[in-house]
């Protein structure tokens, strides 16, 4: 099992940029499949980026370009880097983990951090 605490959310400038974190406790973190998603008042929470157990990387259309996922197995720590940041990215981010095991998945999610983006 493992815990996801993420922190960094803030209020920023359209255009400026921000880095929001997430804390993983536990065993074995480099086992799971790791994941930005985000929430936005009155929309469904959808994936914005992911970084597999191998490092392979996954965006969103809206944010490719922008946003950079980054893993560190090390410390147990997964990033989330945001430039260029826009109104519209304004949303609760939400850090996602999944352990794939034996044809099953189980899935794990942090409290959120919320970022505003000011125009």
């Known amino acids: 099992q493992v815990q996801l605490v993420e922190s960094g959310g803030g209020l920023v400038q359209a255009g400026g940029s921000l880095r929001v974190s997430c804390a993983a406790s536990?065993?074995?973190?480099?086992?799971?499949?790791m994941g930005w998603y985000r929430q936005a008042p009155g929309k469904q929470r959808v994936l914005v980026a992911g970084?597999?157990?191998?490092?392979?990387?996954s965006y969103a259309e809206s944010v490719k370009g922008r946003f950079t996922i980054s893993r560190d197995n090390a410390k147990n720590m997964v990033y989330l880097q945001m430039n260029s940041l826009k109104p519209e990215d304004t949303a609760v981010y939400y850090c996602?983990?999944?352990?794939?095991?034996?044809?099953?998945?189980?899935?794990?999610w942090g409290q959120g951090t919320q970022v505003t983006v000011s125009s």
């Open positions: 996602n983990a999944v352990l794939r095991r034996a044809g099953l998945s189980t899935t794990y």
């Open positions: 536990g065993s074995a973190f480099s086992r799971y499949d």
């Open positions: 970084i597999s157990t191998g490092g392979s990387t």
